[in-house]
Structure formats: structure tokens, C-alpha cells
């Protein structure tokens, strides 16, 4: 959840080299969010937030195993 494309191009880079598998590469690209998460923060109240947060993680950790146990 680290708000640049830093992150993604070290995922994309770790997942080249073979430091990661593809469903933990799917998974961190799809928690990346960049920096919609920022104004989130600043347009809903914090409980909702929060919740969505939970919610993107959830989903992002979901995908990441199914990709891990299909393909993987």
C-alpha cells in the first residue's frame, strides 16, 4: 500500500528476477494503489476508509492465491 509507482516496478522487478512468485506479484500490483488511497482519506470519513482499505487488501490477497494455487 505504498502510494508511488515505486513499488510497482519493484514488484514487476522482483517477480522478473524470481524473488516472487506471479500470484504475489498480482496481488501486490493490485494493492498498489497509488495515491487514490491519500484522497480517500480526505473525501469519506475514516470508518469508510478503513473499510475499503480492508476491503482492497481482502481482494487483492484473494486474487493472489488463486493465482498462486492455479498457476503457480
Same mark, same amino acid.
Given at each position: 500500500m505504498i502510494p508511488s509507482c515505486f513499488s510497482s516496478v519493484l514488484i514487476a522487478e522482483g517477480f522478473l528476477k524470481g524473488a516472487l512468485g506471479f500470484g504475489s506479484m498480482i496481488a501486490g500490483l493490485l494493492a498498489n494503489t497509488g495515491f487514490g488511497i491519500l484522497v #480517500?482519506?480526505?473525501? #469519506?470519513?475514516?470508518?469508510?476508509? #478503513?473499510l475499503l482499505i480492508l476491503l482492497l487488501q481482502a481482494i487483492s490477497i484473494l486474487v493472489g492465491e488463486i493465482f498462486h494455487f492455479t498457476i503457480g
Open positions: #480517500l482519506f480526505r473525501e #469519506l470519513p475514516l470508518k469508510k476508509t #478503513l
